[in-house]
């Protein structure tokens, strides 16, 4: 008697840590089946939507609690380098883009807990109404621990580990078709330890 | 072996149902963490948050270029109102229920001047009048203004406008 309440005792803890255990791994691991890719932008469409599957609804709470429905605003965000790699602290980045189709947007840089990277350099997004283009009708941002002659900065002091870029696109029009080619593009332009 | 079968299947339908459960469960923590957080000074009043900087722990990746003001709600005692008091540039006014759902949003291109608007839980009659209405899942959730104001000078201006927003009871108003 004591050995089968002890063996449902432990199917039921077995069970729990694997259902647990699996739930994690669907969140952490699979938000990339939720989500589309531009590049190496990610976008999910059903992010603050009623209609989002409940696991599209769990990643969403998980990275991006009370976000807007997508007739309100897009969410892009980057999380790796043109090569694949983890954005890091140790490298400068540039950040080019384009004039979006769209009321408003910004780029925000996020430290690795999903909040402003602890740094005091007020450098943590860009937009819209502050940005300038060059002749080429591009905008350019560096993205670095430290400013230099930039004209516009985002600031990744202080992250220490990985972090993360949001784009968000509000009001966008009719004209606004997400892509590689029409979303910034992100270039590595050196990484500290990189041969000379 | 064949009298373990009836625990391995026992351990493998807990584990489909522990997985579902926190599935389910998640959205309804986070965003309960969130209700409880934002209604820490009380329900249905608007509290504006301090300018997002790298202090600001409430809500994962805030948006630095906007000034939020957030009010958690509870349709406990009856139809509450809500005013957004009209800002120069965009803004909205998002609610959202119970399991993190964005169920509605009301933006500065939509109306003119002020925001207004009547929250009823679904399944209960509206106030008579030609109020805008919403009908809100669950029996709380939040509303969240976001007016744009990336600067300090556009976050003050904000802030002021703010003083004139509404969540409050309707018996109240």
Not at chain 1, 52 to 66: K, Q, S
Not at chain 1, 114 to 143: K, M, Q, S
Not at chain 2, 18 to 46: C, D, K, S
């Amino acid at each position: 008697m004591l050995a089968r309440v002890l063996a449902w005792v432990a199917a039921a803890l077995i069970g729990g840590a694997l259902g647990v255990a699996s739930a994690w791994a669907a969140l952490e691991f699979g938000r990339a089946s939720f989500m589309e890719r531009y590049g190496a932008w990610t976008h999910s469409r059903a992010a603050g939507s009623a209609a989002a599957d409940p696991y599209t609804r769990a990643v969403i709470a998980r990275e991006g609690l009370l976000a807007l429905s997508a007739r309100e605003a897009l969410y892009f965000n980057l999380n790796e380098d043109e090569h694949g790699r983890p954005l890091s602290e140790a490298c400068v980045y540039e950040l080019t883009g384009r004039p979006l189709e769209a009321r408003w947007w910004s780029v925000t840089l996020y430290a690795r807990d999903n909040f402003l990277a602890r740094n005091n350099d007020h450098a943590a997004a860009i937009d819209a109404t502050r940005i300038r283009y060059g002749g080429d009708r591009l905008w350019r941002a560096r993205i670095a621990p430290v400013r230099g002659e930039a004209a516009h900065w985002l600031s990744s002091r202080n992250t220490h580990s990985d972090f993360s870029l949001t784009l968000r696109v509000y009001h966008p029009r009719h004209a606004f078709a997400p892509s590689q080619a029409a979303l910034p593009a992100l270039t590595t332009l050196s990484c500290a330890g990189d041969a000379p | 072996m064949r009298g373990w079968g009836k625990y391995v299947w026992g351990a493998l339908a807990i584990a489909v149902l522990a997985h579902l459960a926190v599935i389910h469960a998640t959205p309804r923590m986070l965003t309960g963490i969130a209700i409880t957080r934002l209604g820490e000074a009380g329900f249905n009043q608007w509290r504006l948050a301090p300018r997002i900087t790298e202090t600001a722990r409430t809500i994962v990746r805030p948006a630095p270029d906007f000034a939020y003001s957030a009010c958690a709600y509870d349709l406990r005692d009856g139809p509450i109102r809500l005013r957004v008091s009209a800002w120069k540039d965009y803004w909205s006014l998002s609610l959202y229920a119970a399991n993190s759902d964005n169920y509605f949003v009301l933006h500065d291109r939509e109306v003119h001047g002020d925001g207004d608007l009547i929250l009823v839980r679904a399944g209960r009659a509206a106030p008579d009048g030609d109020a805008r209405v919403a009908y809100s899942p669950s029996r709380r959730g939040v509303a969240l203004i976001r007016r744009l104001a990336p600067s300090v000078a556009a976050y003050n201006g904000a802030a002021a406008a703010a003083q004139a927003d509404i969540c409050a009871t309707l018996t109240e108003h």
